[in-house]
């Protein structure tokens, strides 16, 4: 995943990753979606790192979790585009920000 800096941050709208003790910033741009209660499949042998994937239209997405295995639950998937095609999916515990449209999702919050 790609961290904005605060140079970064200040030039453009990013939404903030929350999952557990971290916190990551992330373009707003690259946002496809917010998958509220994400169906997750477990992929064995598979990094910590690596939830598993998430069917994202018609094809398996991977999905990475920043708090590794220990935290397996999630109120979302953020679903991210990648800058040479495709998306990926990185797990939240917590999405906020987004400028001016001032986000917050997850902490009892529902809808994606």
């Known amino acids: 995943m790609v961290i904005v800096s605060e140079a970064e941050e200040r030039e453009q709208a990013v939404i903030w990753l929350i999952a557990g003790e971290r916190r990551e910033a992330v373009s707003l741009e ?16 598979a990094p910590e790192k ?28 953020a679903v991210l585009r990648r800058e040479n095609g495709g998306f990926e999916a990185v797990l939240a515990d917590e999405v906020a920000g987004g400028g001016g449209i001032d986000t917050v999702y997850g902490g ?3 809808g994606a």
């Open 30 to 45: 690259r946002i496809e979606r917010l998958v509220r209660s994400p169906q997750i499949v477990a992929v064995p042998g």
């Open 108 to 110: 009892g919050i529902s």
């Open 50 to 77: 690596i939830a598993g994937v998430l069917e994202y239209q018609g094809e398996l997405i991977t999905v990475y979790n920043p708090c590794g295995a220990e935290n397996s639950s999630s109120a979302c998937a």
